[in-house]
C-alpha cells in the first residue's frame, strides 16, 4: 500500500519560479526521503530528512518535515527546464533494521523555458 | 560512480518466456535486496525482499511462484519472471537497504517489454 501521497499530481511552471510539492504520510517514520524521475529513467535520490529533522537544504532543494502534521514539503528555486520531471515522496517506516521504503504516487513537474 | 547495477537494462522478450534480471552490489555487500515494480506512469511497488541465506519475503499480493527472488551471494539478488505475459511489462528496480544514510542508491532499472 502507499504511504505517501504528494499534491499537487501536476505542476506546470515557468523557468525561474519557484516549485513547492507535498507529501502527506499516515504511520510513523524514520525518514522521508524525495526522489526524482526522469521519463523513461532510474530514481535519482534528492535528499533524506530525518524524523527529529524539520528542515534540510541541498543546492536550491528545500525539504520541511512536520511530524506532528506527517507532510513534508520540497521547494525547488529558481527552476529550470531540466527540473522537469517526476518527483516521488518516500517514508521510510519503522520496520526494523532493514525498513521498507514506501512511495507515493508522484508530482509531475514541467518546467517551460 | 554507480554502486548498484542491474542486468540487462531493457530485455524485449515473447509471452511465456522467462527473463532472469541481475542486480549486484558494486563495492560494499548487502544481505538483502529490495525489488520494486513500476507501470507506466505509475509510482513504485515493493515487491519482495531478497535474504541471503533464507527465503525472500513477498509482498501481499505479488506471486511466489511467478516472480522468483534469489539472493545468491552478498553482493548478487536475482529477480526471474517466470512465463512472462504482456501485463508483466513493468520498470523493474533493485534496492539495498540504506539505513538513515543522507545517500541512497537505486539499481538503474531493468525496462521489461513483453510482446
Known amino acids: 500500500s502507499q504511504q505517501g501521497e504528494e499534491d499537487p499530481q501536476a505542476l506546470s511552471i515557468q523557468e525561474g519560479e519557484n516549485a513547492t510539492m507535498n507529501c502527506s504520510y499516515k504511520?510513523?517514520?524514520?525518514?522521508l526521503q524525495w526522489y526524482r524521475q526522469n521519463s523513461g529513467r532510474g530514481l535519482v535520490h534528492l535528499i533524506l530528512i530525518r524524523s527529529n529533522e524539520r528542515e534540510k537544504h541541498s543546492g536550491r532543494l528545500r525539504v520541511t518535515l512536520d511530524t506532528s502534521k506527517k507532510s513534508s514539503s520540497l521547494l525547488i528555486t529558481a527552476s529550470r527546464a531540466a527540473d522537469t520531471a517526476s518527483y516521488f515522496c518516500a517514508t521510510d517506516s519503522l520496520t526494523g533494521a532493514n525498513s521498507k521504503l514506501t512511495f507515493g504516487k508522484g508530482i509531475t513537474l514541467s518546467v517551460r523555458p | 560512480g554507480a554502486v548498484v547495477s542491474q542486468h540487462p537494462s531493457r530485455v524485449i522478450c515473447k509471452s511465456g518466456t522467462s527473463v532472469k534480471i541481475e542486480c549486484r552490489s558494486l563495492?560494499?555487500?548487502?544481505?538483502?535486496m529490495f525489488w520494486y515494480r513500476q507501470f507506466p506512469k505509475k509510482s513504485l511497488m515493493l515487491m519482495a525482499t531478497s535474504n541471503e541465506g533464507s527465503k525472500a519475503t513477498y509482498e501481499q499480493g505479488v506471486e511466489k511462484d511467478k516472480f522468483l527472488i534469489n539472493h545468491a551471494s552478498l553482493t548478487l539478488s536475482t529477480l526471474t519472471v517466470t512465463s512472462a505475459h504482456p501485463e508483466d511489462s513493468s520498470f523493474y528496480i533493485c534496492?539495498?537497504?540504506?539505513?538513515?544514510?543522507?545517500?541512497?542508491?537505486f539499481g538503474p532499472g531493468t525496462r521489461l517489454t513483453v510482446l
Open positions: 504511520t510513523s517514520i524514520n525518514n
Open positions: 563495492d560494499f555487500q548487502a544481505t538483502t
Open positions: 534496492r539495498p537497504p540504506c539505513g538513515q544514510t543522507d545517500t541512497q542508491y
